[in-house]
């Protein structure tokens, strides 16, 4: 479900039914983390796979 979004690129965030947090752009899907907290302080950060799926 699209949550809202992040950063100047717009990127979508979406939350699955499990708590998962994923951020969603042109370039396609990367895992954020699980959970509100967890998510936020990933994504403050900056840390976290940034792998595409």
């Known amino acids: 479900m699209p949550v809202g979004s992040a ?5 979508v965030v ?8 994923f951020l ?8 954020v983390g699980n959970g509100f907290m967890q998510s ?3 994504l403050v950060s900056g840390v976290w796979g940034k792998k595409f799926f």
Do not use: K, N, P, S
């Open 14 to 21: 979406l939350i699955a039914r499990g708590g998962d947090v």
């Open 7 to 11: 950063f100047v690129t717009e990127e």
């Open 40 to 42: 936020m302080q990933t």
């Open 24 to 31: 969603a752009g042109d370039a396609g899907m990367q895992y």
